[in-house]
């Protein structure tokens, strides 16, 4: 297996086993409409080499905001808009996928703060402060129909894929999490009653869009919270064999659940050695050796060499990247050209800041050429 070449999930050809995750770029307007220079970002990125792009995050409730400046999808009127994001993409041979996300106690919009907000149970979320109303099965139905109806306009809209945000303390995840769900019902308790939420979704989104379309999921291997807390990798691995049976294509490993109020970041930083690279490989391949369906790698991926070694050692399949794409959307048409080319992201996390997302190391550079 090569990291340069083609692949097939379900309906999707990737030319190569690279993908951009989720990079949410604070650029759409307060309605979650897309500007023109979200369509300029993504016109780039398709130009530049990657087997697939993934959105940042986008809404399917008009009623939850986890951010502002995130895309909206969470009615028909937003399908023409991202058939247009779609057609620049695929017109640059790119297959794209949707983020598709629900916040719930992760709200950090300050419009949306007295919200009432979703959780799995009514416990204060440590990093935001906020308690979300515990949902009755009503709540989890709607919730349920909301993400399908989402996940139905982006097959309209031309997508080729949808990802559902199950990772970093959002909703979703925070149903796996022990010390956000408290349940004594049937989305409660066991390992198998705290994925359920996720069954539901994917069953109910396969049904809605049929055969031909890929759903992926993005998942936490570990909560990175204190013993009994949160989320082990021998439980991520337990969820991982669930979704696949339960439908999902295709799963991004990720980790840390921000609600833990201990201001961990999935984005490490001063990624400045080759050892600190790659750094959710270890629980990544025990996922990926516990199930059929392929699996990507994530997280301070930065060596094209280092990827090829994974990809043959391991049964991991993909690789996914934020911000070095962020800092150079052309980097792997630029690893096409060499392979020891190494990236200009130092991991510096300069890119969250207020206003919109952008990379710090790529405007010095413009600035010095400008001077
Ligand atoms: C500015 C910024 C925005 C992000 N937005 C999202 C998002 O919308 N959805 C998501 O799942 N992860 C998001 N992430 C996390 C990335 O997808 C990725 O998991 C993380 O940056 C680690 O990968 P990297 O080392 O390749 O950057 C974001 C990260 C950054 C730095």
Not at 52 to 60: A, C, D, P, Q
Not at 146 to 153: G, H, I, L, S, Y
Request: hydrophobic share 35%; net charge neutral; glycine share 8%.
């Amino acid at each position: 297996m090569k990291l340069i070449e083609t692949t097939k999930v379900r309906n999707i050809k990737l030319s190569n086993r690279i993908i951009r995750s989720a990079l949410w770029m604070n650029m759409a307007d307060k309605d979650g409409r897309i500007t023109p220079q979200l369509y300029q970002v993504y016109e780039e990125l398709s130009k530049g080499g990657v087997g697939m792009i993934i959105t940042g995050y986008s809404m399917v409730d008009p009623n939850d905001r986890p951010n502002p400046g995130m895309m909206g999808i969470y009615d028909d009127s937003f399908i023409d808009e991202h058939k247009k994001l779609v057609d620049i993409v695929h017109s640059n041979g790119t297959p794209i996928s949707i983020q598709l996300a629900y916040g719930g106690s992760q709200t950090n919009h300050p419009d949306f703060q007295d919200a009432v907000l979703f959780g799995p149970s009514a416990v204060k979320n440590r990093t935001t402060g906020i308690t979300p109303k515990e949902m009755c099965k009503e709540d989890i139905q709607h919730l349920v129909t909301m993400f399908t109806n989402a996940a139905t306009r982006a097959q309209k809209a031309g997508y080729d894929a949808i990802e559902l945000h199950g990772a970093h303390g959002y909703l979703l995840s925070q149903f796996l999490t022990p010390f956000c769900n408290r349940r004594t019902d049937e989305y409660g308790g066991s390992i198998e009653n705290r994925s359920r939420i996720f069954v539901d979704v994917i069953k109910s989104v396969r049904k809605a869009v049929g055969e031909d379309f890929t759903i992926m999921v993005k998942m936490n291997h570990d909560d990175y919270m204190d013993e009994g807390e949160g989320l082990r990798v021998s439980h991520a691995i337990e969820i991982a064999k669930t979704l696949e049976y339960a439908g999902a294509d295709l799963l991004e490993i990720s980790g840390v659940n921000e609600t833990s109020g201990k201001g961990f970041s999935p984005a490490r930083t001063k990624i400045n050695k080759p050892e600190l690279q790659s750094y959710f490989l270890e629980p990544t391949k025990q996922i990926a050796e516990a199930v059929d369906i392929p699996i990507i790698l994530m997280g301070g991926n930065r060596n094209f060499n280092h990827l090829q070694d994974i990809l043959d050692e391991t049964k991991i399949k993909y690789f996914s990247m934020a911000r070095p794409l962020l800092c150079e959307p052309s980097l792997v048409n630029k690893w096409k050209d060499n392979a020891n080319y190494k990236p200009l992201c130092v991991s510096c996390n300069g890119c969250y800041r207020e206003g919109e997302v952008g990379c710090v190391i790529q405007e010095k550079r413009r600035n010095n050429k400008n001077d």
